[in-house]
């Protein structure tokens, strides 16, 4: 009985020795995995500005299909001083991202979003 305790306590010594990960091994190890060939054509992500006094811009996709407007995602990068924005003209390659224009003396310069589709 000894023995096999002696034996496990020995074990647990050599396992937990080991080299941890570090943060740069963990991040790879998630690349490849956001890379993986069965998740590649699962989100499709990107940025675009809507330029100072400009009520809208046209994303170009590239997903190859059309996506459900319930799956695509906008999010801006700054603040948008309390003006509503939201996406139209959904088709197989292009969508808008649209901003409210009343009173837009608050904004002087182009406000920027970040976008992902996720595919149904």
């Known amino acids: 009985m000894k023995q096999i305790i002696f034996f496990i306590l020995l074990l647990s010594a050599v396992v937990y020795s080991q080299p941890i990960d570090t943060t740069q091994n963990l991040v790879n190890k998630l690349d490849k995995i956001a890379f993986d060939d069965s998740l590649r054509n699962y989100y499709f992500s ?3 500005s809507i330029a100072y006094g400009d009520a809208y811009v046209d994303i170009t996709h590239s997903c190859g299909f059309t996506p459900l407007i319930k799956n695509i995602y ?3 990068q700054a603040t948008t001083f309390g003006y509503p924005y939201w996406i139209s003209n959904v088709g197989a390659t ?3 991202i649209n901003r409210g224009t009343t009173g837009m003396d608050a904004i002087t310069d182009k406000i920027t979003f ?3 589709i996720r595919k149904p």
């Open 46 to 48: 990107g940025t675009d």
């Open 74 to 76: 906008v999010t801006p």
């Open 94 to 96: 292009t969508f808008r």
């Open 114 to 116: 970040s976008w992902m």
